[in-house]
Each structure stands twice: as structure tokens, then as C-alpha cells.
């Protein structure tokens, strides 16, 4: 028994057959859960500014396994040759906050829906797009 969570596995696994199956790319969709800690503004500061530069500072095991799992894309991508992209995409899906903060101040009702929807979360659609432009231009990429 293996104690990698199946994140990881399952991604390891995906990432290893496309290489060897003649996929031209592979693209593994990730998520902004992996900044954790990070996404939380300075004391003082209104935001946070994250790019590509930030290094992931997970605060639940779901940010953590997913940042494993990008980590075995960049594996396979350095053991294969096999161009690989990573998306960290924002939440498209309903959930609780994950901050006790926030939801202390703001408790979990429409207000802190609003004001999620309006800053942290991004449209289905615009996922998918992002996916699908992905796949065509991730033939090009030369390092994750």
C-alpha cells in the first residue's frame, strides 16, 4: 500500500501513459488552493498579488496534494520530454469558505457569498475555454 494520496497517484500514472501512448501534451488542472496561506494579504495590505512567482504555502490537505501532484507533472516532464501545462484555475464550484477569519467577521451567508463570487471565483466556461486553449498551445512549452 502506497502512502501517496490519489492525487498524486493518479496523476503520476495519467502523466506516465499519455508519454508513452503518443500524446502530443498534458495538461493537468490544479488549483489556486495551492497558494494556501499565501492568498492572505500582509497585515495593513489590501490584497495579496499573486502570479506565477508566488511559492504555494498550502493550509489544507487538498492544496497540499494537489501541489504534490503539479510536482510529479514537472517529473514526468523532465523523465519524458512530454510537454506539460499546469492550470491553477480559482474555485468554480460551491463549497464553505475556507477561511475561519472571514467567516468570522462575515459569517458564511450572503455576504460572504457575494463577495466570493465577485473576487474568488471564475465561470465554469471560462475553465473550460482556458482547458481547451491549453491542449492546442501546450505543444509548445518547453518547461512547467
Keep these: 500500500m502506497s502512502v501517496a494520496p490519489p492525487t498524486v497517484l493518479v ?3 495519467s502523466g506516465a501513459a499519455v508519454a508513452k501512448g503518443g500524446v502530443k501534451s498534458f495538461v493537468f488542472v490544479s488549483t489556486t488552493s495551492t497558494f494556501g496561506d499565501a492568498l492572505s494579504p500582509a497585515p495593513g495590505q489590501p ?3 499573486i502570479d506565477e512567482a508566488v511559492v504555494p504555502q498550502p493550509k489544507n490537505i487538498y492544496g497540499v496534494t494537489k501541489t504534490a501532484a503539479e510536482d510529479v507533472c514537472r517529473l514526468v516532464q ?3 520530454g512530454l510537454p506539460v501545462v499546469v492550470l491553477r484555475t480559482s474555485r468554480f464550484f460551491p463549497e ?3 477561511d475561519a477569519g472571514r467567516r468570522g467577521r462575515l459569517g458564511d451567508g ?6 466570493e463570487l465577485a473576487y474568488r471565483r471564475v465561470d465554469i466556461a471560462d475553465v473550460v ?3 481547451e ?3 492546442t498551445s501546450s505543444e509548445q512549452v518547453e518547461e512547467v
Excluded: H, P, Y
Excluded at 450572503?110 to 463577495?115: F, G, I, P, S, Y
Design 47 to 49: 490584497a495579496a498579488w
Design 129 to 131: 475555454k482556458n482547458r
Design 96 to 98: 464553505e469558505d475556507d
Design 11 to 13: 496523476t503520476g500514472s
Design 110 to 115: 450572503e455576504n460572504l457569498k457575494v463577495l
Design 133 to 135: 486553449e491549453s491542449s
Design 78 to 80: 523532465r523523465q519524458t
